[in-house]
Antibody, heavy 118, light 110 residues
Framework: QLQLQESGPGLVKPSETLSLTCTVS??????????WGWVRQSPGKGLEWIGT???????HYNPSLKSRVTISVDTSKNQFSLKLSSVTAADTAVYYC??????????WGQGTLVTVSS | QSVLTQPPSVSAAPGQKVTISCSGS????????VSWYQQLPGTAPTLVIS???KRPSGIPDRFSGSKSGTSATLGITGLQTGDEADYYC???????????FGGGTKLTVL
């Protein structure tokens, strides 16, 4: 069965770059049907879409974060990654990776908490 | 403030029915499919309704979705204590060119 697992540092210093990787098992990233996305949830808050990528490399980002976000895909490792630059305390959140069908988020990873603090 | 508006909380007794509303505009709900996500305490969201009305495999038929104009509704019948969770609606916003979610609704089964 499909599993998505986020990994990366749990603590990032202000002004530095947050880097996370999502490893996909039980399914293959190279598929015309699926897209691969990142969503975050600040403590006690709701869900915020960060961005989405297709295995072809086509990507789309939340306009409010676009200047700081890069999402990439590595089909050889069946992974996709998130980089968020110039982080502040406001970027402290649980970060989820997810498999998307065009019209919805079909399957989610368990999430990883990233804290921005010096 | 979220683009999609949901009530912060709803409650009902076990066995009863509850509905959760999600209000938007012509650029999001009015022109795109709505999906609903259940987030049990301390866990990741899971999809319970896709494309306005469809239930994914494994989701009981106690869960239903509907859409009319610029609003969508999630219905849950035969409430169980295990249904206590936060529920989020989500859709694409064509004006913002972004996926948007409601602020979430906390369901309490009394």
């Amino acid at each position: 069965q499909l599993q998505l697992q986020e990994s990366g540092p749990g603590l990032v210093k202000p002004s530095e770059t947050l880097s996370l990787t999502c490893t996909v098992s039980g399914g293959s990233i190279p598929s015309s049907v699926y897209y691969w996305g990142w969503v975050r949830q600040s403590p006690g808050k709701g869900l915020e879409w960060i961005g989405t990528i297709h295995y072809s490399g086509s990507s789309h980002y939340n306009p409010s974060l676009k200047s700081r976000v890069t999402i990439s895909v590595d089909t050889s490792k069946n992974q996709f990654s998130l980089k968020l630059s110039s982080v502040t305390a406001a970027d402290t959140a649980v970060y989820y990776c997810a498999r998307q069908v065009r019209r919805y988020f079909q399957h989610w990873g368990q999430g990883t908490l990233v804290t921005v603090s010096s | 403030q979220s683009v999609l508006t949901q009530p912060p909380s709803v409650s009902a007794a076990p066995g009863q029915k509850v509905t959760i509303s999600c209000s938007g505009s012509s650029s999001n709900i009015g022109g795109n499919y709505v999906s609903w996500y259940q987030q049990l305490p301390g866990t990741a969201p899971t999809l319970v309704i896709s494309e306005n009305t469809k239930r994914p495999s494994g989701i009981p038929d106690r869960f239903s979705g509907s859409k009319s104009g610029t609003s969508a509704t999630l219905g849950i019948t035969g409430l169980q204590t295990g249904d206590e969770a936060d529920y989020y609606c989500g859709t694409w916003d064509s004006s913002l060119s972004a996926w948007v979610f409601g602020g979430g609704t906390k369901l309490t089964v009394l």
